[in-house]
């Protein structure tokens, strides 16, 4: 039976043959997969296909001038915390990225088109949190760097094709494919065990990407079931659902912002001093400058308080938002 290939397909198949290097190599053959047709006339070339892909994976890059002393993971952290995107191939990182931060990785209609990480800042409203796309995990080979980002991460996204015939299941798949590499994905609210010997512990959240394609509204409700996470549903089309998607990152991070004030000044708002959730005014003050702590006298406060301005005890709890103003003896 012939072939038929179609003519993007032999445009491809130049490009392949024209790449200089590994990367380019693989963007062609991907996309030549992508749009081979799928009948028995092609079964020959599509397992070629797909051996060049994975042979080619398996290759080392060639290396252009110094080595790198740095591997693709290790990334210093930036802004509030820093999160990782992982999920099946096309399940919609590169595009939320792209939307929600000042980079630029390259979007594609056809599978594994992300090789390295992409980094970018969202901004939530007076913070910066660093996004890290990441390539997609599958049964293929997938590069240990990657679970390794994944494993350092504040936070890890797990996005979800919405658009899928089932999301549910490919969940499921992303999931076991995670704990494999033994990584388990909790909410950040859970009292969840600190690491372990191979084993990894991260709170996530699960992003439900393509959220204008869903079959049906039911889906995130199943899906939170069955993960026990929250889910934001998101689309690049629907600006409203990335300003949920910021907060809700944003959130999951388990920080606050706390601002402060000098006596008979307004507060600063400029820059917000950012701590865990939960913390005291005493490591709020602890953690502007240390030696404040031994001349400490009382703290007033606004926002949390009864009211504006109250004294409160050095193991009050803050809450986002709130203002302190220190005296000191």
Sequence with gaps: MPANLPPEYIEAEQRYRNAKDKDEKLDALQEMLSLLPNHKGTDKIEADLRKRISDLKKSPQKKKGPTRAKTPDQIEPQGAGQVVLTGLPNSGKSALLDMTTNATPKVADFPFSTHGPTIGMLNYEDVQIQLIDTPPISDEHVETWVYNLIRKADLVLVLVDGSSEDPVEEYRATKNLLEEEGIYIFAPEDDYQKDAIGRTNRKGMLVLAKSDELEGKEVVAELEEVS?????????????????????????????????????????????????????????????????VDNLDYIRIWGSGRFDGQEVAQDHRLKDGDVIEIHQE
């Design 228 to 292: 026990g996470l929250a889910t934001t549903p998101v689309s690049i089309l629907d600006e409203e659902s990335l300003t949920t998607f910021s907060k809700d990152v944003f959130d999951s991070l388990q920080k606050i912002r706390i601002y402060t004030k000098k006596p008979g000044e307004e507060p600063d708002l400029q820059e917000p001093y950012l701590l865990d959730k939960n913390s005291t005014v005493l490591e709020a003050v602890r953690s502007i400058h240390r030696n404040m």
